[in-house]
């Protein structure tokens, strides 16, 4: 059996299943095909130069500090690990 990504229902136990017991994934082409679209506008946003919360500014009291598009990446991958908590199974 598997955990159907559709793009409209997820569930805490499903997120669970998939995290901690290897539970396989099928994503469908609808929710693939919306994350792309999502995708495509986000890096439009950034393209055309508007601040974009969190992605090409700071947070919080660094909202207001631009950051430049060759550290955008940087950024997020920061903003991702700073998030993970201390006892993740990521570190084990």
């Not at 059996?1 to 469908?28: A, P, Q, T, W, Y």
């Not at 999502?38 to 946003?45: A, D, K």
């Not at 055309?48 to 660094?62: C, H, I, M, Q």
Request: charged fraction near 30%; hydrophobic fraction near 40%.
């Amino acid at each position: 059996m598997s955990i159907v990504i559709d793009g409209e229902k997820l569930n805490i136990s499903d997120v669970v299943k998939v995290s901690f017991e290897r539970e396989r994934v099928e994503v469908l082409s609808d929710a693939e095909s919306s994350v792309n679209r999502s995708n495509q506008y986000l890096n439009e946003l950034i393209e055309s130069d508007k601040a974009v919360y969190g992605v090409n500014t700071g947070v919080g009291e660094l909202a207001g500090v631009r950051v430049e598009r060759d550290k955008i990446r940087e950024l997020q991958l920061a903003l991702f690990f700073l998030h993970l908590p201390s006892n993740s199974f990521f570190g084990k």
